[in-house]
């Protein structure tokens, strides 16, 4: 069963508002083997849809009843035509999953709606938080999506002993929750395995989410999990993984290890092992990260030289900037790019007024922000946090630039125009004493781009997004800051994230590591 996603338009936005990406065949039939090999009679879905999974089951010879829980009336109709009876889906309820009350099961096999927070509700978002602390202690980020309370939900509803067979996106494990919500799970539930996929082998192909499969017994907790990776797509291979997994061996299609639960979730459940070679200091002990402005309205804020001496203003009262990694394909950005983008007709002036009373403005300027007054910009959210709503957020030209959101490979930028940047980029300043170019170089090392994945999160097509803490927690070997020239002091808590069993203090405290 098979889904014809839209690439945009008004039916990619409803499949966004609903959350609703059907799992694919091949990926369905190995979930739902696993959840039935405890030998349930009952297979609950709570996010049925179509009836993908139900379909799966029926067609592996299961002979048990199907209850659920379906929000949309229309997508269960669907079902029928798939092959399932009236009686298949007499047990469904039509309705919410996390405010019906259901019994336990002994089977549980979901593909949740895929709804990010600020789609969800402040109520009902506040109404989960304030349940999942009530009922087991649990606090939430505001961050997490409607895929995270259904995940919770329904290990609270397994029977003892009972599975559950959940795919869902990476940012399960990746969130700024994922940490604390992994160590709560796996101290009362046993995490079996998790199966990660290449992005030739994505099940969602198109959709701008990295999927995960989950496997989970209400068992004794263990120590030890699988982890795979599906390379492509090979139903036959990843349904010998799914029910063999303590027998499981890596093939030609599927990578497999063996891991320790406590190293998964350090490491991030969605990422291969790890296991560091080398000592390291991390980016926040040579630099520090911010990110580039929000202006909240770039269309207003934000225009070329010719727009601006259209509209009267000055060219004294904007600063360069850059806004898109498109426009900046390098690892550098140079005065005679900002050039070709100018000539382009991409903005690249800031405006920047100073924070004086509109009075004190010039008559353009005054006549400008009217616009933007008559426009609603003052009561736009980001605008209208601000004490004068016109007045720019304020950067320092950082030396560094890093783009933290592509499907291409992520960089640092070496800034020669001296610009700042909009929010497709991050900025880098290195601490005082540390060469800038020397910086960049060391950055942009392979063996450190690589370590982007262990701290950023993981989207469809290979993307993946890097926050400013989270790019602060970049791991550089000292090897390579040996090798551009750059000294840095080390402590015992930079060092003993990587190699927690070694110490790195003398009596005479922090050492300065040199190169040798």
Known sequence: ?????????????????????????????????????????????????????????????????????????????????HGLSTDDIAGITVGDFLTTPFPK?????????????????????SEFQYRVRHELGLAIDGRAGLHVYFFIRCLQMLEPGGRLAFIVSADICEGVFAKTLWTWVTAHFCLDSVVTFS??????????????????????????????????????????????LNRAKSSESI??????????????????PHRPTETAVLLKDVAHVMRGIATGANDFFVMTSAQAKARGLDLSLFVRCIGRTRD???????????????????????????????????????????????????????????????????RRVPPLLFAYLGRRSSRFILNEAGIVPLTGFLCVYPQPGIEPRALWSALNEPV?????????????????????????????????????????????????ILEPRQRYTTKRGPRSIRSP
Request: hydrophobic share 35%.
């Open 105 to 125: 099961v002994p089977a549980i096999v979901s593909n949740p709606p895929y709804i990010r927070h600020h789609r969800i509700p402040l109520s009902s978002k």
């Open 328 to 394: 900046c394909p390098g690892d550098r950005i140079t005065a005679d790019r900002l050039t070709e983008l100018e000539r382009e007709g991409r903005p690249t002036w800031l405006l920047d007024v100073p924070d004086v009373p509109i009075a004190a403005l010039s008559e353009p300027v005054r006549d400008y922000l009217m616009r933007g007054e008559k426009q609603g910009l003052p009561t736009r959210a980001l605008i209208m946090s601000r004490r004068c709503w016109y007045r720019m957020e304020q």
């Open 199 to 244: 992005p030739e082998a994505a099940p969602f192909p198109g959709v701008d989410t990295n999927a995960l499969i989950f496997l989970l017994r209400n068992d004794r907790p263990k120590t030890k999990f699988t982890w795979a990776r599906v390379r492509r797509a090979d139903p036959e291979g990843l349904q010998q993984l799914l029910v063999s």
């Open 255 to 272: 990578e497999v290890y063996r891991r320790e639960v406590a190293e998964g979730i350090q490491t991030g459940l969605s990422r291969p």
């Open 448 to 496: 450190v781009i690589e370590g982007l994945s262990r701290v950023g999160k993981s989207y469809g097509d290979g993307a993946i997004k890097v926050e400013p803490r989270s790019l602060e927690q970049l791991a550089i070997p000292c090897s390579i800051l040996f090798k551009h020239g750059i000294a840095v002091h080390t402590t015992t808590s930079q060092l003993s």
């Open 1 to 81: 069963m098979n889904q014809l996603v839209p690439a945009k338009g008004p039916g990619r936005a409803r499949l966004r508002e609903k959350g609703q990406f059907w799992t694919p065949t091949w990926v369905a039939g190995p979930m739902v083997s696993y959840a039935l090999s405890g030998g349930a009679r009952t297979l609950f879905d709570p996010a049925v849809g179509p009836g993908t999974f139900f379909v799966a089951a029926r067609s592996k010879g299961f002979k048990g009843s199907f209850r659920g829980c379906e929000l949309h009336a229309e997508a269960l109709e669907q079902s029928k035509s």
